[in-house]
């Protein structure tokens, strides 16, 4: 079946660097792919859309200067969290679609971000 | 706005029963429905997808049934075995009811299933 690598797993950063989550396609294009954020025994919250050669769209109540989202290419998008701060701290997960149509949406395998 | 509820928010079992975990969305006006799975830390693993026009779908011992017009949907896990302890969730398209890919989750499941 389909699958979407994510990387990095885990990362550990002291306050106010910047960290980059890479979200990639691997056997499909998507020309759209999502970015969720989820808090501890809480479900997901759709951050922002990705799409392939134009600006995200970002979720009311998300800042677009601290989430910047890059997606260059057809397999490939990335989330970079900017001066991160503790509060910032969760799990970030991307989704993508197949650009086929196919209904079924493939998740990565999340990016647990600790913020020091 | 579209609401996703789970009942319960976890459930301890064992090993072989029979389960079923619910879920309820506010606005019926959904294009599908979709199970997933997640496990501690982990990314999601997509169970079972029905679409609208559908009442129930199968795969194994997972069987997921659609009430739209009640906005309800049921996961049943038969003969429930230690390897499904995992989160649970559900999720419908966001806006519009369409499936352009904006989920909606719940709150998740939390099973628990002992030897």
């Known amino acids: 079946g389909a699958v979407v690598s994510q990387h990095p797993s885990r990362v550990i950063c002291k306050s106010g660097t910047s960290v980059k989550i890479e979200c990639r396609s691997l056997d499909f294009q998507a020309t759209t792919m999502f970015w969720y954020r989820q808090f501890p025994k809480k479900s997901l919250m759709l951050m922002a859309t990705s799409n392939e050669g134009s600006k995200a769209t970002y979720e009311q109540g998300v800042e677009k200067d601290k989430f910047l989202i890059n997606h260059a290419s057809l397999t490939l998008s990335t989330l970079t969290v900017t001066s991160a701060h503790p509060e910032d701290s969760s799990f970030y997960i991307c989704s993508a679609r197949d650009s086929r149509g196919v209904e079924k949406l493939f998740f990565g395998s999340g990016t647990q971000l600790s913020v020091l | 706005k579209q609401e996703v509820t789970q009942i319960p928010a976890a459930l301890s079992v064992p090993e072989g029963e029979n389960l079923v975990l619910n879920c309820s969305f506010t606005d019926s006006a959904i294009y599908n429905l979709q199970w997933f799975r997640q496990d501690p830390g982990k990314g999601l693993t997509s169970l079972l997808l029905?679409?609208?026009?559908?009442r129930e779908q199968t795969s194994g011992r997972l069987n997921a049934s659609l009430d739209k017009s009640s906005g309800r949907s049921t996961l049943y896990i038969a003969a429930s075995q230690p390897g499904d302890s995992a989160t649970y969730l559900c999720?419908?398209?966001?806006?519009?009811?369409?499936?352009?890919?904006?989920?909606?989750f719940g709150q998740g499941t939390i099973l628990t299933v002992h030897p």
């Open positions: 999720a419908v398209p966001t806006a519009g009811g369409t499936s352009y890919g904006k989920l909606t």
């Open positions: 029905i679409q609208s026009s559908q």
